[in-house]
């Protein structure tokens, strides 16, 4: 349980500079560094909460997606380890807001009407859109209530834990870290031959083959596209083919279960272990939870508790005198008796479970209790560049070979403490090694399966050295070639640049917030989304992605159709439309591009659409950054550069 507010001792401001890694000469000045960017992000977390409860306007508030108000109690119950698990939606069955409020997120709810209330730690256990679950200890205080997203103090204790056990390890576990830290060579034996499961293409086979032949670390790069889940799938294959136990891991849910609904098609031991809840549907029968109930030994289990509640029954009985006393004593003592027995069965069974696996999907961070001390002889680490340095070593004191995945030219994990980032906690293990060891300890793979060529030209020949190759079954593909779909000016060509420029198309802050938005750069987007529908497209094909939080709502508000995705880059990461609209929003007089300038954001966002990319921006205020005049350069050369003029808006 996270302590949240209300157990958090007042800290001191650390005023001084954050160390870098570049003098940490030693494994102690190393792990040093962590810890202190790690305590830094810690107190940014904390301070962020502190200001977000002090926002006075509720409407305000909600808009930063990590806080919901005025919500009442519909409903509670007893589960998940006896916990409470409280019920919340808002008045009159509305549906809730946008928020960032997820499955496993550490919160605090408190009395709405209470800006003093400290309120209650909890853990959101459900989410629909009309009510959120929270799992809590203490029953909160109030009529009403407030949920706020709380610092995450659990993970933080794993992560230095950890890093303890990383600075003292001996023996293998020793080799790897210094191999990591970069004190030790790397070391690959001779690539073999591989028989694939898989038909994978020859950057793949390439791929799989040197991961394969690292004796420690080995990291696949992943450029859009690329099949970076498919491959790593087949060297899991293949190493548990030869007889190993493999750990595979990411930081967020929904790429384990990318990776883990793969792997399940290949193998037949394959266990997730996460609260079912994180876990999409349709792979649920592969949790510990589902494994663990549909033991067979589970049935003594459910004899124990029928003997349980009818000890409990009998104790409940009207005993009197000394001896009623001592004999029902004797009946509670039995129960614990058989309560613990239950308990052992329970760790007997879990052992069975992990026992049997020859792969075990979990996210980075993973439940040290329930794992013990398993090793495992490769762990494989997908979306590695979404991982700062400390969250990673509570997989890697458990790996004795590790396989990073992942692409560091796009978003890199997200840290809230400028300070830490500034002084390297933006930056991953993967993206360090690639820095630092270059092509001895990676393999890019090239062939590409989601976008037109002319969409993957401008990002191949910017961030991937012009490798990347269009599969020929996406090379030449557009919107009109899809079923049902007219062509037109819109769907027959993949690329276009609308250029606002002299349109008077400005950038305003959002009333009472801090975020940007453009209007008339909406109202254009609103227009072009009615033209793709008229040409046959259909609102689950599209996407239309904006940089600033504000332009995002304000085109949720105009485009009232569900089934269209609307969102930051974020938001947007590892997915993929037939058709992308960017409204880059950004439009002032002083060329001002604020966070466009981290491009790696905007290749994530250039790569999203297989069919058609549109993007909307003002050539004057981007054009000064170098990036975006070679962005503007490409889109003219390729003839797809229009001006808002010859547009309706
Ligand atoms: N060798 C291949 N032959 C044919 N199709 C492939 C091959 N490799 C990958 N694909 C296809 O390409 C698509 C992307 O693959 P995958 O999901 O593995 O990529 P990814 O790199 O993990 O994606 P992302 O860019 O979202 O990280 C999938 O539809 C997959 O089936």
New binding site residues.
Partial sequence: MPNGSKNTPARKANTKRPPSLDHAITVDAYFDTLADWLEREAEAERERMVRRRQIRDQTNVERTGETLVRMDLLDHNTGLAGRLVLDFGKPGEKPLPQNRLKVGSPVVVSDNANPADKGVPGVVSARRPHTLQVAVDVWPEGDRFRIDLSPDETTRRRQVAAMARARDASGRAKTLRDVLIGTRPLRFSEPKEVDFL????PP?QDAVRFALSAKDVAIIH????????????EIIYQCVLRGERVLACASSNTAVD?LLE?LVAMLPHVLRVGHPARVFEALRGHTLDELVDADPSNEVIRDIRREIQGLMNAASKDFRGKSGHRQRREIQAEANQLRSQIRAIERSIIRGVLDRSDVVCTTTTIDDDLLGDREFDTVVM?EACQSTLPSIWQAVMRADRLIL?G?HQQLPPTVLSNEAAGAGLRESLMQRMVNRDGEEVFRR?T????MNESIMRFSSDMFYDSSLVA?A?VKAHRLCDLKGVDTTSLTETPLMFIDTAGAEFDEELEPDGESKRNPKEANLVVNLVRELFQAGICANQIAVIAPYAAQVRLLRNRLDAPELEIDTVDGF????KEVVIITMTRSNSIGEIGFLADTRRTNVAL?RAKRKLIVIGDSATLGINGFYESMLEYFDKADSYRSVFEFDS
């Fill in positions: 898989t038909s994978l293409n793949q992943g450029p859009p596209g690329t099949g970076k889940t498919t491959t790593l799938a990318n793969r997908d995945g692409d793979l062939v590409q399966y989601r599969d079954s990461q590892g997915r993929e790569t």
